[in-house]
């Protein structure tokens, strides 16, 4: 296997060499956190760090005194509490599960591409560093974790202690070996519970000052099913700083990772769960059954992993943030200094995004459906297409990968290469045409409640899996074209006035922020700023130009309409929404829940989809993503109030009324083309099994 240009395979050395004597290498992993004797901790040292904790005592005292209870007993409620968190390193168990994982990996993966320089300089800068270290990957699937350990073991790097959700922690054997390879273990909502609160803060901190190996965590919180950025979560981040704000630790220093594949093995549930088929059950039993991968060899193609810059806590903490702490123990960071940091990392996964040839098929397919039902791609018109989109995105700051060497031109075979690990997706036919092919297979549902959101029928999931399926690996193209494709909605087909397009250009931004994992932005100026920013860009190229004080299309069509109708699911999807709420049946409830307003969202849509309605013709406005993300953007802008529980909310029809009618106001295209018309090869595929 060739290497790409600054990547470099992971698995090409592993298909040479035996597997037990390189993980039977004899090798002292590089501890990143330098700590004195004293000042490191063992496990049992971090329990009692913990229990002993001011914080943690404090809690154990009052809850005692609260529910008449002896202290004794929260005390051991405590100590259950933190020994069901706490990691248990074992490099033996590592060894062990190296050579299983190895084997697994040469079997899926046709290579496995890392930036070695920015490991080789990240190495350096531990050897010398005093700071403490985290990484922090993008999720886009279970193997995030388990891939970036077997990275580090391959360059003789200490493993992480990693944040791991209950899920496998509960899974029977998995979760005392994921364990013993760094993981601690955290539930997902505590926020009602104060004692599991000050453990695990008391914990986090322990880790941050006296842990030599560093930390590793995921912004998001969770995969991302559509894979694409999702807005980060924060609770986690603000312990780790608050460490950093004792002046515990010298600094904190956050390695964004981006890890990219040509295909995750979730792909397929990824888009059920999209549809709001529930995902299984994580259990020891399901991941043997999930072994059925490795029936075929390289079914999932290549992984990149780009390491970005660390990026430097400190930059984000003044003096006045220092003096509040020292004044007041109990102060805390303004949430806007850790949202920063947050989406600062998050741009660092979009700007390290490699993209895959199949990205660039994905949007050009897309575009191809809907602009000429009736002209489907014969291979040389798509090889056409792909070279000038692949220059396009490339004009967008995008990098495009393919694995093959740069002396490789044969552009045909670079296509044919990313289409195999897509087979079951995409191909072409007998007669060169590219076609869908149909993935869907009838459910075995056991009960429809619990169903996220409406239950679709069969004729709308037979194309929906499909178009959602092929749809996931579009969207990473957008992390590059996300504000150029505002700007064409804004500037409309019709063309607008120089005000007109910015205010539409400010309200899809503000309505989309959260679906984008971009912060919200309420200052006019810095709006102005983004607005003209992308402007610009587009104007420079002829993409866009302005005529008697209006914005109008260039001469250029073929790229707006490619950015237009890749953008235009989204907004469908948020106005149904925002129409399913200004529309709410106050007769029978004044406040919508979230699974209400995803039940009826979706339920518009698919009535939009069969019957060809204008909002909602393309099947990936069926997404349960883009009405919970609509719902969380409508929260922060204070249109929706959270009343008694985080999921009902009473709804501010006032402000939700102008923002319907300036999305009505649009002036949208609507593709010639629908998928409501495609016919989807057969493909052999075994009927899903989901637990519902």
């Known amino acids: 296997m060739e290497q790409c240009p600054e990547f470099v395979d992971l698995l090409l050395a592993r298909r040479k060499d035996c597997d037990i004597v390189w993980v ?4 002292e992993p590089l501890l990143p956190h330098k700590l004195s004797p004293e000042s490191k901790y063992s496990r049992s040292q971090m329990i009692k760090a913990v229990l002993n904790d001011r914080r943690v005592k404090l809690a154990i005292a009052s809850l005692a005194a609260m529910h008449q209870m002896d202290v004794s007993k929260v005390q051991r409620e405590a100590r259950v509490m933190v020994n069901e968190m706490a990691s248990k390193a074992h490099l033996a168990t590592v060894r062990w599960l190296g050579i299983i994982i190895t084997k697994v990996m040469k079997r899926i993966f046709l290579s496995i591409y890392i930036n070695e320089s920015a490991i080789f300089r990240m190495k350096k800068e531990m050897q010398i560093s005093q700071v403490q270290y985290v990484y922090a990957p993008s999720h886009r699937s279970y193997l995030d974790f388990i891939l970036l350990s077997y990275m580090l073991f391959s360059y003789d790097m200490a493993l992480p202690n990693i944040a791991s ?17 760094g993981a601690f273990y955290m539930r997902r909502r505590f926020s009602d519970d104060v004692l599991y609160k000050r453990v695990f803060r008391a914990y986090i901190m322990s880790i941050v000052e006296h842990s030599d ?6 912004i998001e919180g969770t995969r991302s099913r559509s894979l694409k950025s999702i807005v980060p979560k924060f609770g986690l981040l603000s312990i780790m700083l608050e460490s950093l704000l004792e002046a515990n630790v010298p600094d904190i220093h956050f390695i964004p990772i981006s890890i990219n594949y040509e295909r995750p093995p979730e792909e397929l549930l990824f888009t059920y769960e999209l549809l709001g088929v529930p995902k299984p059950k994580e259990s020891t039993a399901g991941l043997f059954q999930s072994l059925s991968i490795l029936q075929k060899p390289y079914a999932y193609g290549r992984v990149f992993f780009n390491i970005g810059q660390p990026i430097s806590a400190c930059q984000f903490l003044n003096m006045e943030h220092r003096k509040a702490r020292v004044l007041s123990p109990y102060a805390k960071l303004p949430p806007t ?43 040389d018109a798509l090889i056409s297409d792909y070279l000038w989109c692949k220059d396009l995105l490339q004009v967008f700051n995008a990098t495009i990968r393919t694995g093959r060497s740069d002396d490789t031109n044969d552009t045909r075979e670079e296509i044919l290469d990313t289409l195999k690990p897509h087979e079951e997706l995409l191909g072409f036919d007998s007669s060169e045409v590219l076609r869908l092919k149909e993935r869907h297979k009838t459910t075995k549902v056991k009960n429809d409640t619990r169903v996220k959101g409406h239950t679709l029928s069969e004729e709308t999931m037979q194309t929906a899996v499909s178009v959602i399926n092929i749809s996931i690996y579009l969207n990473p193209t957008l992390s590059f074209v996300f504000k150029p494709a505002l700007v064409t909605l804004a500037v409309g087909t019709e063309g607008a006035k ?3 397009a910015f205010q539409r250009y400010a309200l899809l931004r503000t309505l989309l922020s959260t679906e984008f994992a971009i912060p919200l932005v309420e200052e006019e100026s810095l709006l102005k700023s983004e607005w003209e920013e992308a402007l610009e860009f587009l104007s420079k190229r002829n993409y866009v130009n302005i005529l008697n004080d209006t914005y109008v299309q260039a001469q250029d069509l073929k ?18 929404t925002c129409l399913a709420l200004f529309e709410w049946d106050e007769s029978k409830s004044n406040y919508a829940t979230v699974q209400a307003v995803l039940i ?25 993503d883009l ?26 029809k006032a402000r939700l009324g102008p923002i319907l009618a300036q999305l009505q106001s649009l002036s949208l295209k609507r593709p010639p083309g629908s998928y409501r018309s495609l016919v989807l090869l057969p493909t052999s595929q075994p009927v899903l099994q989901a637990k519902l």
């Open 600 to 624: 009826e969202a979706q339920r518009r849509i698919e009535e939009a989809f069969v019957e060809g309605n204008e909002w909602g013709q393309h099947p990936y406005s069926l997404s349960l």
């Open 337 to 379: 200094v850790i949202e920063e940091l947050a989406y600062c990392i998050i741009d660092s996964h979009k700007r390290n995004t490699t993209l895959m040839p199949f990205n660039v098929i994905a949007l050009l397919f897309n575009q191809r459906v809907q602009t000429h039902p009736d002209d489907p791609y014969t291979c």
């Open 498 to 500: 120089l005000g007109v």
């Open 559 to 576: 790229v707006f309409s490619l950015l237009h109708n890749a953008i235009l699911p989204f907004i469908d999807a948020v106005y149904v």
């Open 24 to 27: 039977s290498r004899s090798m």
């Open 627 to 652: 009405y919970n993300t609509t719902v969380q953007n409508l929260t922060l802008q204070g249109i929706l109030s959270p009343y008694e529980n985080r999921n009902t909310y009473q709804i501010d």
């Open 165 to 181: 959700g209950m899920d496998f922690y509960q899974m029977y054997i998995i979760g005392e070996l994921l364990r013993k390879t």
């Open 213 to 218: 190996r560093a930390m590793e965590f995921f």
